[in-house]
Nanobody, 121 residues
């Protein structure tokens, strides 16, 4: 059973920063990709950032490019999402994702439980 545990969410004013962490664990856990998705109330879950663990290739949603950075520590099976210059529209539940196709919600193999990020204006 693979388990993904997120941490680091919370509330911040617009322009502030937060760093999310996700630790993967479980029998034989390893994943070719990990990613972060977010879901605002009434909206679909959308990809925010993806990292491919072998070559460290990264991909970002247009709305977060230049503000968010995804990184990894393979030795710790951990992926991070550094979020700077946060905007109210970044508010939502953020989910860690692993395995499968990490850029599309329907393709993800495993999900974390989600963590709330709230950005006030």
């Amino acid at each position: 059973q693979v388990h993904l545990a997120e941490s680091g969410g919370g509330s911040v004013q617009a322009g502030g920063s937060l760093r999310l962490s996700c630790v993967g664990s479980g029998y034989g856990y390893s994943s070719a990709c990990m990613g972060w998705f977010r879901q605002a109330p009434g909206k679909e879950r959308e990809s925010v950032a993806t990292i491919y663990t072998t070559g460290a290739e990264t991909k970002y949603a247009e709305s977060v490019k230049g503000r968010f950075t995804i990184s990894q520590d393979n030795a710790k099976s951990t992926v991070y999402l550094q979020m700077n210059s946060l905007k109210p529209e970044d508010t939502g539940m953020y989910y860690c994702a692993a395995e499968g196709f990490c850029e599309v919600a329907a393709g993800v193999g495993y999900w974390g439980q989600g963590i709330q990020v709230t950005v006030s204006s």
